[in-house]
Each structure stands twice: as structure tokens, then as C-alpha cells.
T-cell receptor, first 114, second 112 residues
Framework: EAGVAQSPRYKIIEKRQSVAFWCNPI?????LYWYQQILGQGPKLLIQ????????DSQLPKDRFSAERLKGVDSTLKIQPAKLEDSAVYLC????????????FGPGTRLTVL | GQQLNQSPQSMFIQEGEDVSMNCTSS?????WLWYKQDPGEGPVLLIA?????ELTSNGRLTAQFGITRKDSFLNISASIPSDVGIYFC????????????FGKGTRLSVIA
């Protein structure tokens, strides 16, 4: 069974530029999550989707971050404009059902903002 | 926001030694999870605990859900080089739409 796919794996941009990350969850997984992992920290949830609807985006900085999962499968996370403090690994995870169902993580996208 | 205190922050051990790490919280959790993260990869679930007092093993790994529901520990017996990585605890307060909260991780180094 294929795991969670993410692209790109690495991205370097300058502050104030925009960037987008893509995630393809495990086939059949209805719940999709985006996490931000700053160096030396554990992952922090940014947004949770159930199919194509947002369940929890309370920790998403909505002035600059946006995410969508239009057809309930793939998802994109966008940052516009990026700030230096956005440098982090952005992890996508998916699960068959909402928590406490097991979440499976992708390899992440490492973003560096200069 | 919610905080999990994980300790130690890092540890260096000799191959073959046993390892113990723990996680505490000021809040009650209904689920405790332990993940391992290798460099350049996402976290991988090692053990899930759903009941206070539960003791669960997965090969050389053993984890326990504290009876107060505010702590958990993970033991690794007879460590081997491939145990190197960052171990995270994570807690879930209630089933449903509450976010998984992660600790800051324990970085484990194994000296052969």
C-alpha cells in the first residue's frame, strides 16, 4: 500500500514570496492533516480536513496560510507571503477516520525562508 | 496551547543498554501515542495506549499509560544502532475532533 506522498521535498524561498505544498493521502483515507514542525519541536496541527470539509483550523495563521482539499483527496497548503519564522518542515498525515484513528505521516516538505 | 513535557531531551547510550523516556502533562489525556522520526522522514507510530494503566509491548519497546492519565513512559530494551532517532510522545484528550498534541521529542543516539 502506498504511503502519504508529499511534494516538493525541499523548498527555499525569500521572505514575502509565496509557496505551495501538495499532499496525496493514502487511498481511502477520509481525514487529512497538515502539521508544522519547527526544528527541535514536535509537530503542531495546522488544519484537519474530513473529506473536503475543514474540521479544525484553529491553529492556522489565516492571514497568510490557506489550505484546500477540493475533491476530498489531494490537498494543497499555501503560504502567502512567507515570513522567516515559517521555516519548518510541513508534514501531511492521513487517517481512515478522525482521531483516535491512527495517523500516517508523509515525509514532509522542508521549507527554508531567507 | 497544550503542552507535553518530554524528557530527557537527548540521550547517548551504549548498544545493548536499556532506555527509558517519559512524558507528562498537566491535563488528562484519553490516548497516549509514541512515535519515532528518522531524519528526513515523517513520524511513524510505535505504540498506542488507550486505557489508564495499560502496558503494551511492540518487540523490544514497552509503553505504559499512567494511571493518573497525565503521563506515559516508553522503554526500549537491548538497544541497537537502528534505534537512533527522535522519539515523540503525543496525546489526545478526547475522541473526535481534538488535535493530537506532541511533546518536543527525545533524541536517542546509540554508540556501537
Amino acid at each position: 500500500e502506498a504511503g502519504v506522498a508529499q511534494s516538493p521535498r525541499y523548498k527555499i524561498i525569500e521572505k514575502r514570496q509565496s509557496v505551495a505544498f501538495w499532499c496525496n493521502p493514502i487511498s481511502g483515507h477520509a481525514t487529512l492533516y497538515w502539521y508544522q514542525q519547527i526544528l527541535g519541536q514536535g509537530p503542531k496541527l495546522l488544519i484537519q480536513f474530513q473529506n473536503n470539509g475543514v474540521v479544525d483550523d484553529s491553529q492556522l495563521p489565516k492571514d497568510r496560510f490557506s489550505a484546500e482539499r477540493l475533491k476530498g483527496v489531494d490537498s494543497t497548503l499555501k503560504i502567502q507571503p512567507a515570513k522567516l519564522e515559517d521555516s519548518a518542515v510541513y508534514l501531511c498525515a492521513s487517517s481512515l477516520s478522525p482521531p483516535p484513528d491512527t495517523q500516517y505521516f508523509g515525509p514532509g516538505t522542508r521549507l527554508t525562508v531567507l | 496551547g497544550q503542552q507535553l513535557n518530554q524528557s530527557p531531551q537527548s540521550m547517548f547510550i551504549q548498544e545493548g543498554e536499556d532506555v527509558s523516556m517519559n512524558c507528562t502533562s498537566s491535563s488528562i489525556f484519553n490516548t497516549w501515542l509514541w512515535y519515532k522520526q528518522d531524519p528526513g522522514e515523517g513520524p511513524v507510530l510505535l505504540i498506542a495506549l488507550y486505557k489508564a494503566g495499560e502496558l503494551t509491548s511492540n518487540g523490544r519497546l514497552t509503553a505504559q499509560f499512567g494511571i493518573t492519565r497525565k503521563d506515559s513512559f516508553l522503554n526500549i530494551s537491548a538497544s541497537i544502532p537502528s534505534d537512533v532517532g527522535i522519539y515523540f510522545c503525543a496525546g489526545l484528550r478526547v475522541a473526535g475532533n481534538t488535535p493530537l498534541v506532541f511533546g518536543k521529542g527525545t533524541r536517542l543516539s546509540v554508540i556501537a
